[in-house]
């Protein structure tokens, strides 16, 4: 699949609740002219409690290096769990540019502000304190999914993530991501830009907040979403968990499909053998 332009954040490399494995998938098989890393791709404040980085975590970092090796130019805009990227705003690593937002114009002339958008975000700008604790509380929901979806895996079912749909119930949580997004499509409006690309909250949307295309990524943990450029400008959601179930239930049916042709010819046989 190739676009012209592709959009990822909030992966959390250096976590257990990291779907690196997908997002590896998604990238082996999705090529683009631009790649935007809209923030949190590794998460500094994990890392620094407990180590983990698994070859999945190193082969996705290494997916990244090789299609900025073969040309894409990949921009890299520091969140707030990968903060520390924020000194060195203006370099390069391996071809990837680091900035601290970007300015995207679309294949149709819309200019989109890129940001990771925590800088809006009171509780990590006033209280990150408090911040810290809210991810000590989200890490024991992902072990906890990861608890679920290992269970869920051994009886032959497909990822779901349990703190996506446990954030979809609270109500102060929805209210919290419909205020994050309203205040983020006026910094665009107020900007002059005719849209606003970011992630932080991991909530995937695209819509249209007061005449502002608001446009989140996603995440690699819960949702395991990406937004993508086509060629004509227009940009889509992309659900890469959502596809893998659907590959699943068509591999389900091919094969039922096979049994029953297969079924039909055995009995195709006995009878021709009972003649």
């Known amino acids: 699949m190739k676009y012209r332009s592709l959009f990822i954040s909030d992966c959390h490399l250096g976590t257990r609740g990291c779907q690196a494995g997908m997002l590896l998938d998604f990238l082996e098989k999705s090529d683009a002219e631009t790649i935007y890393l809209v ?60 900035m601290h937002t970007a300015e995207h114009t679309t294949a149709d002339g819309r200019r989109f502000l890129v940001t990771h958008g925590d800088q809006f975000d009171s509780i990590v700008v006033n209280a990150k304190w408090l911040a810290h604790l809210g991810d000590h509380a989200y890490e024991f929901a992902l072990w906890l999914n990861t608890l679920v979806n290992k269970v869920r895996h051994y009886w032959g079912g497909p ?59 996603g995440d690699w943990v819960e949702s395991c979403t990406a937004v993508v450029e086509h060629f004509d400008g227009s940009l889509h959601l992309i659900d890469w968990a959502a596809r893998q179930r659907m590959q699943r239930v068509m591999q389900t049916l091919e094969l039922t499909e096979e049994q029953v042709a297969a079924q039909g010819r055995t009995r195709r046989k006995r009878r021709k053998e009972a003649a």
Do not use: M
């Not at 949580?173 to 830009?193: H, P, Q, R, W």
């Open 159 to 217: 990822y779901w993530s349990l703190s996506n749909w446990a954030k979809q119930q609270v109500k102060r949580a929805v209210n919290f991501i419909s205020e994050y997004e309203k205040v983020l499509a006026n910094e665009a409006k107020t900007g002059g830009f005719d849209g606003i690309i970011c992630g932080h909250i991991h909530a995937a949307n695209i819509s249209k907040l007061h005449g502002i295309d608001y446009v989140n990524t």
């Open 39 to 98: 923030g949190d791709i590794v998460d500094g404040w994990r890392l620094k409690r407990d180590w983990h980085w698994p070859q999945s975590h190193n082969d996705v970092v290494q997916a990244l290096l090789a299609k900025a090796h073969d040309g894409a130019r990949i921009i890299f805009i520091p969140g707030n769990h990968d903060e520390w990227l924020r000194s060195y705003l203006g370099t390069h690593f391996g071809g990837i540019e680091v």
